[in-house]
């Protein structure tokens, strides 16, 4: 039996998918449950060494048979769940199963729910329901810490999404419209660069280390205008924010609609803190891992090649160019049209030839396959 075999489940999602590449690469086995042995990313997980995928479905009536495979003999497991089925079903199915077996430190990406704290604020449903899973694990005794991440910097696109669309404007600019008040500071995570780290040093710190706790996944802490200036600085573009209602340009599920309505309301109106009031980052996360991919770094390297395998040719157009302006509170720039120090110009995703080499872009394009589902939506908010 392995020293350190670990069991995830929605591993093709991009926090569980980060924890199996590295703890692949220090040699530790993985079993990852998957929806299917299909896609990107689950073939990029079955080709590393130590990991052995699990197919099947959490939503069927296999579930607890499934679990019963997927944590036999495990000694550590990262579970998160998503609100594809009956998420808290699921959640404790999964906590019940991990108890039979024995695992001695579960993880469990976990976030808040708004309406304990006492302020009259509604809970984001897709957030409760990961809140009363975390109190259903506290409940079984189980060795466990549990994670609550920040917005992905992966969220962001140009595509018609809700929330973290970058629309393009026809001067090569980008606006975000958000309902998130200009200066109230939000947590912000590369959740494909850094959970992984983060997670395994978790692991190796152990659960009597931690003793239950709550640990932020969020390695920077901007405002909406601060975070606007770092992406202009990092994808060479002016960036502008516009503080206004959530924009749906397309069909969402109604339980998605609805978790962006009390949002708005929650985090916008009501201008609740993204984790509560008592949650403290970004020092705790930077404290695990040091190596974080900041948001500017995120815009410079991967925005421009995500956008690319996703079809869009912006970064071709020439514009990658711009002048720096005022400095904001957190001493970073705002921009408008030449060159800054710092920034360098966007080439975009595919296959390059250097001195005769073969030069590949590292990034996983669309790396939750069901993400582009009508149903599913992806991303911490």
């Given at each position: 039996m392995p020293t350190k075999l670990i069991a995830t489940i929605n591993s093709t999602g991009r926090q569980t998918a980060s924890f199996i590449r590295v703890a692949s690469a220090v040699g530790?086995?993985?079993?990852?449950?998957?929806?299917?042995?299909?896609?990107?990313?689950?073939?990029?997980?079955?080709?590393?060494?130590?990991?052995?995928?699990?197919e099947g479905d959490l939503t069927g009536p296999g579930l607890k048979p499934l679990l019963s495979r997927l944590f036999a003999g495990a000694r550590i497991a990262f579970i998160n769940t998503t609100h594809w089925g009956d998420e808290v079903a699921i959640g404790?199915?999964?906590?019940?199963?991990?108890?039979?077996?024995g695992v001695a430190h579960y993880v469990y990406s976990s976030m808040p729910d708004h309406s304990v704290f006492g302020r009259e604020w509604r809970a984001l449903p897709l957030w409760s329901s990961k809140f009363a899973i975390e109190n259903y694990v506290r409940q079984l005794g189980i060795p466990a810490t549990f994670i609550y991440t920040g917005i992905y910097n992966n969220n962001f696109t140009s595509l018609p999404y809700p929330l973290f669309q970058?629309?393009?404007?026809?001067?090569?600019s980008f606006v975000w419209q958000a309902p998130f008040?200009?200066?109230?500071?939000?947590?912000?995570?590369?959740?494909?660069?850094?959970?992984?780290?983060?997670?395994?040093?978790?692991?190796?710190?152990?659960?009597?280390?931690?003793?239950?706790?709550?640990?932020t996944m969020a390695f920077e802490r901007l405002t909406p205008l601060q975070a606007c200036a770092r992406f202009s600085r990092g994808v060479g573009r002016p960036v502008r924010y516009v503080h206004g209602e959530i924009d749906i340009k397309v069909s969402l599920p109604s339980g998605y609609r609805e978790q962006l309505a009390i949002l708005q309301e929650t985090l916008g109106d009501e201008r609740a803190p993204y984790f509560g009031p008592e949650l403290e980052y970004p020092r705790e996360a930077r404290g695990i891992w040091e190596g974080y991919r900041g948001l500017e770094e995120y815009a410079r390297e991967?925005?421009?090649?995500?956008?690319?395998?996703?079809?869009?040719?912006?970064?071709?157009?020439?514009?990658?160019?711009?002048?720096?302006?005022?400095?904001?509170?957190?001493?970073?720039?705002?921009?408008?049209?030449?060159?800054?120090?710092?920034?360098?110009?966007?080439t975009p995703g595919g296959v390059s030839q250097t001195n005769g080499l073969q030069i590949t872009s590292a990034y996983t394009p669309k790396s939750h396959p069901e993400g582009m589902g009508s149903d599913f939506f992806v991303g911490s908010v």
């Open positions: 530790w086995h993985v079993r990852a449950q998957v929806r299917a042995n299909e896609g990107i990313v689950a073939e990029e997980l079955a080709s590393l060494p130590n990991v052995e995928l699990i404790k199915a999964c906590a019940d199963a991990a108890k039979k077996a970058m629309e393009l404007q026809d001067d090569g008040h200009p200066n109230d500071p939000l947590p912000w995570l590369d959740a494909e660069h850094d959970i992984g780290p983060a997670l395994l040093q978790i692991f190796k710190m152990g659960p009597s280390h931690w003793k239950g706790q709550r640990v991967v925005f421009p090649d995500e956008e690319y395998a996703n079809g869009l040719r912006w970064m071709e157009d020439g514009r990658s160019g711009f002048e720096g302006g005022d400095a904001d509170a957190d001493g970073v720039e705002s921009v408008g049209m030449a060159s800054v120090p710092g920034s360098r110009p966007i």
